[in-house]
């Protein structure tokens, strides 16, 4: 890695004002200086001053190819802790590549997905906590996840994690001391202390991943599925949720035959939503089909919004809705209240034991309360991102859990009144799988494997 000099576009590939095209590497200023020249002619990059922006052109050998502003970075003072240049050319497709093609053809060679975190990860500039935070602040789908992400940019993550890793090492080192030097170090009592102190960790543990619940929420969003009736005002109401006509509305009954998938944010919650076929009984075979697939659905769903026609009574369908729902997270829209009724709501209520809110599509009512019921059922308290850490990755949940788990040997031990050295072996799994977080201790396989979902140039 350190004898490569890598090159990208860091920018994404459509019309825009600007893009960038970055180089990273021991030859960066070398290359850059190949390609590049000043609005008074021929100007070497390489004695440049860290941290300079300067006005000139791109050159490919006598042809000029791009007016720009290059800044000049010198390592370790960079995000990838090398060597950096990043060319500002203007953004249209044809100029970036032309840029970076010249920029190859002197001596760069193209940049793997993610290559630039991992080089900064790799160089020590970020952990693999952080690193993993910047594709998700890239992905952001609402306010939530961009401020989480952002403090896990800022070493949120890290900061909780090695606090314990330290509890934790500080009593490694002890007991493995008092082993090897049983004059100098006592551990009389010592079991006791030990039980205290792996609570306390195991504690501050748990409620990290009490978040992650809560966490992957906010970064994925909530899988939600509306279910109902044909004709039930299930399309309409993913067009007012939308703000835009994405799904076919008719009086036809049977409109919707396969799912379609939006992301809807409601005021920083973020909705993956299916609108689905309606169901009901039927013979024709594409729309068994769809029914067939609403209800799968329906089984992996966080969230199940059931449409009810307030202005047709309920029938068969509607009890094969209703035991679909059975042990799921619902919310019942009480729709077209625009109409006459012919079901009462509070009969509604009881019947289905779930919350209900009155919602007409055609008057665009109902949508606050919804968005606040959502938020009162999925969010525990006002989420705030003051100190709070969410946990939003999977792989660290699973650490954390492995963390857990080997605190609880420790204690199974103490309680069976096992030799210390037990002690110190579960204390250094627990204080491994932590690390593992962080980045320590982790093969180029699974190394390799995170970074190559990041997109191309970052």
Do not use: W
């Not at 006598?62 to 970075?73: F, G, Q, S, W, Y």
């Not at 919004?305 to 509607?318: A, F, G, I, R």
């Amino acid at each position: 890695m350190e004898e490569t000099t890598i090159a990208a576009i860091s920018t994404a590939m459509s019309a825009s004002g600007i893009g960038i095209v970055r180089i990273s590497g021991p030859e960066a200023f070398e290359i850059a200086s190949g390609v590049y020249r000043s609005k008074g002619g021929k100007k070497s990059l390489k004695n440049v001053p860290s941290h300079t922006i300067h006005y000139g052109y791109i050159y490919d050998n006598e042809e000029m190819v791009d007016e720009v502003l290059v800044m000049a970075m010198r390592g370790p003072r960079t995000y990838t802790g090398e060597d950096t240049i990043e060319i500002d050319c203007h953004g249209g497709v044809l100029a970036m590549k032309k840029v970076l093609e010249t920029v190859l053809k002197n001596g760069a060679i193209i940049a793997e997905p993610g290559e630039f975190t991992k080089r900064a990860f790799l160089n020590g500039r970020i952990d693999l906590s952080q690193a993993e935070a910047v594709m998700d602040v890239i992905q952001s789908k609402n306010e939530y996840s961009l401020k989480n992400s952002v403090g896990q940019l800022k070493g949120s993550v890290r900061k909780n994690v090695q606090q314990i890793r330290e509890k934790l090492l500080y009593h490694i080192a002890y007991i493995e001391s008092a082993l090897d030097d049983p004059e100098h170090y006592d551990l009389t009592g010592y079991s006791e202390e030990l039980e205290q102190i792996v609570a306390e960790e195991k504690e501050k543990i748990q409620n990290l991943l009490k978040t992650a619940g809560d966490g992957k929420i906010i970064q994925e969003g909530i899988r939600t599925v509306i279910l109902g009736k044909p004709n039930a005002g299930k399309s309409s109401l993913l067009n007012l949720l939308l703000g835009e006509d994405r799904a076919i509305v008719t009086d036809i009954a049977g409109t919707t035959r396969d799912v379609l998938e939006e992301y809807i944010n409601l005021h920083g919650i973020t909705l993956k939503i299916a609108d689905t076929a309606g169901i009901r009984q039927t013979e024709d075979i594409v729309e068994k089909i769809g029914v067939s697939k609403a209800k799968e659905m329906a089984a992996d769903a966080d969230l199940i919004l059931y449409v009810v026609d307030s202005s047709v009574p309920l029938d068969e369908n509607d009890e094969e809705i209703i035991k679909i729902l059975q042990e799921k997270k619902t919310i019942v829209l009480y729709s077209k209240t625009d109409l006459e009724s012919a079901i009462d709501i509070e009969d509604l209520k009881s019947r289905i034991n779930q919350p209900v809110i009155p919602i007409s599509a055609k008057e665009e009512t109902g949508i606050t309360d919804l968005e606040e019921k959502i938020r009162e059922m999925f969010f525990s308290g006002e989420i705030d991102f003051n100190d709070e850490v969410y946990i939003t990755n999977e792989r660290h949940r699973q650490e954390l859990l492995k963390a857990q788990e080997s605190l609880s040997l420790v204690e199974n031990s103490i309680e069976s009144g096992m030799p210390e050295d037990f002690y110190s072996i579960d204390l250094t799994d627990a204080y491994e799988s932590l690390g593992r977080i962080l980045g320590e201790s982790l093969g180029e396989d699974l190394v390799n494997e995170i970074f190559s979902k990041f997109c191309m140039g970052k």
